[in-house]
């Protein structure tokens, strides 16, 4: 299994970024995949989860109807757009699966697989 990230970078307070996941190893189709974030000194946080059918779920308060999470099963990716970013958002992004059909929660002990992060920072 290997998830790689990319798409992260410096952006102003408003901004977008899209993040990617590519992922190998296992039948993409099957599974749900997740991002987290980790912000500075603080514990990693589930920030959205899609499951095998796009069924979509969102953790924290202050991403919803900012972020929307997406899969692209011809390119085995998961994508995390991001809109209107704001300085809290600033992060370490990851992406992670449990390998099981349904998200398995905002939790990361759930998750099995993760990626190497990609750095998004919001600059005020």
């Known amino acids: 299994v290997q998830l790689v990230e990319s798409g992260g970078g410096l952006v102003q307070a408003g901004g977008s970024l899209r993040l990617s996941c590519a992922t190998s190893g296992f039948t993409f189709d099957d599974y749900a995949l997740a991002w987290f974030r980790q912000l500075p000194g603080k514990e990693r946080e589930g920030v959205s989860c899609?499951?095998?059918?796009?069924?979509?779920?969102y953790y924290p308060e202050s991403v919803k109807g900012r972020f929307a999470i997406s899969r692209d099963t011809t390119k085995n990716t998961v994508y995390l757009q991001m809109n209107d970013l704001k300085p809290e958002d600033t992060a370490l992004y990851y992406c992670?699966?449990?390998?099981?059909?349904?998200?398995?929660?905002?939790?990361?002990?759930?998750?099995?697989?993760w990626g190497q992060g990609t750095q998004v920072t919001v600059s005020s």
């Open positions: 992670a699966t449990a390998l099981l059909h349904l998200c398995s929660g905002r939790f990361p002990e759930e998750y099995h697989y």
């Open positions: 899609i499951t095998n059918f796009g069924g979509t779920t």
